[in-house]
């Protein structure tokens, strides 16, 4: 019988290349499409994700689900993301990259079609809850495939400019999902994402390389002359699975993690909730409340971008003081977007400081401060924790707003009025606490 998993197999080694300018030119043309790849291509998937925050008026509107269901059938998504990104993650190291993530992504797409065609809230939670576990494979896989292609002192930019398509995708959404849902209907919303997660995995299929020995090409350690200073440090350390574990010794690493989980209660609420929220608390339609959430995103690049620049350029590398000042900055946008005046420009604003405070945190608590605070040999470990908690905290969010805007929720006249207010005191009160524990870290200890 054939294996079936012969196909995720990491291909062969080819005969090396001897020719130094046949080398140079795959080189430069493989990392170009390898990134390109990785940051437009897990952009576009990452509409696979979010479309059923777009989605949900219509959904409510049509007596389809309730926000209690739609919030038992994100969190579904959320639950399985969070232990798929730490089994794919093991899984991604011993695979061959492109077909991983076009696996991925095909199955993100399939999940998609059935949503599209399902009113059942058992159905719709096992579709959505897959389709989380397809998309753990993006993340891990798209990773595997930088660091074949990039080396030690140049990774860290490329990262950068892979984490760019978070907010491409997000951007995609509430754009492009959501002109859809206002033309065609709610089942188009995820039809729609369908098909691009799935021309996205092709195209994965034919942009991502697997690692370049098997191109005949040398390892890109050895193609950038980029080694450690002391590359036998490690035969000397403690074995790996031993290191792992020695991260959960290190109190910082949960208070950084339950700083994550609270980052995301907050990101993932005006991801889902926020256009819903935008149409009935603001009077907006569909396509101008995904403008508003558009401009949010944009702005959350720059955010990132600020974030690494501020706190390496003014705080030597120290994390906490810049989490001070990005937490601020994501409180003035809630309290803007929330309680601000009714006028179109501060409720702008308030999208554009939210953005920059809340990708400048999730940068930071999501992953950057975890290198910092762990033995770097096992940083992999140590983004594994901090995910876990960081997408449970996304859908303990998902099922506790469900249930607070439902139960504030009335019928008068035939017409549906909801109350935001329990639902707005837990997103801005979880910002506080990950805002109180992310600055908390004044004085960790940073490690090599």
């Given amino acids: 019988m054939p294996n079936p998993l012969a196909f995720f197999a990491p291909a062969a080694a080819a005969p090396p290349i001897d020719d130094p300018a046949r080398t140079d030119t795959l080189y430069r043309r493989y990392r170009f499409q390898v990134m390109m790849a990785i940051t437009l291509g897990y952009g576009l998937s990452y509409t696979g994700r979010l479309a059923i925050g777009v989605v949900k008026k219509p959904l409510i509107d049509g007596g389809v689900f309730t926000a209690a269901d739609l919030g038992l059938i994100g969190s579904a998504l959320f639950y399985s993301y969070a232990i798929g990104k730490l089994f794919n993650g093991f899984l991604a190291d011993h695979a061959n990259a492109r077909r ?10 399939l999940c998609n079609l059935g949503m599209g065609f399902s009113t059942s809230v058992v ?11 397809f998309q753990s494979f993006g993340a891990p896989a798209c990773v595997v495939a930088m660091t074949s292609w990039f080396s030690n002192r140049e990774r860290g930019r490329y990262y ?9 995708g997000e951007g995609l959404n509430f754009l492009m999902t959501g002109a859809i849902v206002a033309v065609f209907g709610w089942s188009m919303g995820y039809h729609a994402p369908a098909a691009i997660c799935a021309l996205a995995g092709v195209w994965m299929l034919f942009w991502v390389k697997d690692a370049p020995t098997s191109y005949g090409l040398p390892p890109v350690a050895d193609y950038r002359d980029d080694h450690w200073q002391n590359p036998d440090a490690a035969k000397a350390e403690a074995p790996l699975l031993a290191t792992q574990l020695s991260i959960l010794r290190i109190p ?16 993932y609420a005006i991801n889902s909730w926020g256009v819903l929220y935008l149409q009935e608390a603001r009077g907006y339609g569909l396509p101008a409340a995904g403008s508003l959430l558009f401009a949010s995103t944009l702005a959350g690049i720059g955010g990132a971008v600020a974030f690494g620049y501020i706190s390496d350029k003014f705080f030597a590398a120290r994390r906490p003081p810049a989490n001070l000042i990005f937490g601020l900055v994501e409180l003035a946008g809630l309290g803007l977007i929330f309680f601000g005046p009714q006028n179109h420009l501060v409720l702008v604003a308030g999208m554009v400081l939210f953005g920059l405070g809340m990708t ?11 290198t910092d605070i762990c033995p770097k040999r096992v940083v992999g470990a140590a983004m594994g924790l901090i995910g876990v908690f960081s997408y449970l905290g996304a859908a303990v969010q998902e099922q506790v707003s469900g249930i607070l805007i439902d139960r504030g929720t009335t019928m008068v006249a035939g017409v549906r009025h ?10 801005i009160g979880a910002s506080v606490v990950s805002l109180v524990l992310a600055s908390s870290l004044w004085r960790v200890k940073l490690r090599d």
């Fill in 160 to 168: 950068g400019i892979w984490s760019t398509a978070h907010s491409i």
């Fill in 418 to 427: 909801y109350d935001f207010g329990p639902a707005i005191a837990f997103w």
């Fill in 360 to 370: 400048g945190l999730v940068t930071s608590v999501g992953g950057l401060f975890a």
């Fill in 100 to 109: 991983f993530i076009a696996a991925g992504f095909i199955g993100s797409a």
């Fill in 123 to 133: 159905a719709a939670a096992v579709f959505w809850g897959l389709n989380g576990w």
């Fill in 252 to 267: 910082a690493v949960w208070i950084l993690a339950l700083a994550s989980a609270m980052t995301y209660v907050t990101r």
